[in-house]
């Protein structure tokens, strides 16, 4: 038992010292991946251009109806833009596809004269009119790399419609290629630096670069900006490889409510739907995880052709399509800012703290099984050692007394048992004269044995 526990210990001691090591080396490093179980539901709606939220028409939309009608006509509109984003098939322990479907509806209108209505949303299935509360409507799916968050190319496609009864999804579906950026999720350990990321609507990547730090909901977060430069979004093909319905629209001048010189109200004129958009995402710089972001897009018509043959009033004319600023929802910014901060906890604890514990405790007990294991051989060593040496005087003492006391031949000893001759015990007294009268000292002498 005295040699058990030190050893016990010992085991234990290099154990936690030995796991100390292995957390920030090889655990930690196995958590700092896309989870495949993620979820990620935002909500954002539209405010006014200052991120104020007391506007109740902050936006403006293009009027599908007035296409039917004698003159093109915009509508103050409030929008909510809903995403969910989860991981599916094909995910393993290299790789996370995630899909996100994309919605923006329309929860109420004005128009020129103030009237307000509230447009409703028809079943799916159903055919949708003009006056229909869906925008919009897509479901992208991307491959990521699960260390890096980077798009690896293994899946890339944009679904724009749904898919009809028997079919496929890929018949429905437009490959996205050269995708770079990130988008629904940055890398761990973001750095104060310019990173991709990947604009949807315009199908390309832009430079989000860094702005400052921002704390939202007792987390701290990096600031990107990501400004996407115009493109003409008739360019982007659909499933069957022809511009998007919605790209490209040719009517008379007098629609559009264009007139000058060199352009009769009849002249058909032909207008490209064009984007572009400023895009802010703030980013918990440990996971990557996007706790807030704010997106203002414009979306217009103009004329493809910028050459001097066009007349002057075609080249410079723009009607909005999509006016907006769309900012995240409160109570989804708290979520992703909890979230956030339960997986730097996470991180910290196994990466800093349990590492830091189970070093202390284990070198701890290898301090302790060390002293035990020594004071132990120390012991050890006593015992086999046997008594201490004495000095030579006490040695000559001994082997004086041993003379002394040892028996003599016959039974009796050389000097006689002190106890048998008590009298040759008490010392003598130099100059002292004998006593008178000795018969008590004579009466302890050993008597002859009887003849």
Known sequence: MRRFV????????????????????????????????LDITSD????????????????VIFDRCSVSEDRARTLEAHLTQQRRSVIVEPSDSRQATLQSAQTVLIDRLRDAEGQETEPSV?????????EDGLLTASIDRVSVNRKTSVPNGAVSSLQLEAVPPGGNVNDVSVALDNRKGFQYKFGFDVQKRDYLYYDLNTRQDCTAKFQDEVEIKGVKTLHFACDVPEKDLSTLPNAQGEAALGTMLTMPARWWGISGPGVRPNDPITMHRHASATRNVYVEPITGTIVDGLEEQHQYFKSPDQSEATPEVVREFRMDALKGTFKWADGIVTKQADTASGYVTQLKVLGMW????????????LVVAGLMFFRGRRDDDAVTAGPAPTSPAADERTTSLN?????????????????????????????????????????????????
């Open 6 to 37: 030190p050893a016990l210990l010992a085991f234990f001691g290099a154990a936690f010292v030995a796991v100390a090591i292995a957390i920030p080396l090889y655990l930690v490093p196995l958590l700092k991946v896309v989870p495949l179980d």
């Open 44 to 59: 954002a709606t539209t405010v006014a251009a200052d991120g104020s939220t007391g506007d109740r028409f902050p936006a």
């Open 354 to 365: 349990l590492p830091i514990i189970l070093g202390v405790l284990g070198a701890i007990m």
């Open 403 to 451: 003379k002394r006391d040892a028996p003599q031949a016959g039974g009796s000893s050389a000097a006689g048992n002190p106890w048998e001759r008590p009298t040759e015990q008490i010392p003598k007294v130099d100059g002292g004269a004998p006593p008178a009268d000795d018969s008590a000292t004579r009466s302890f002498r050993k008597q002859p044995p009887p003849e």
């Open 122 to 130: 028809a079943a799916a299935g159903e055919t949708r009119t003009c």
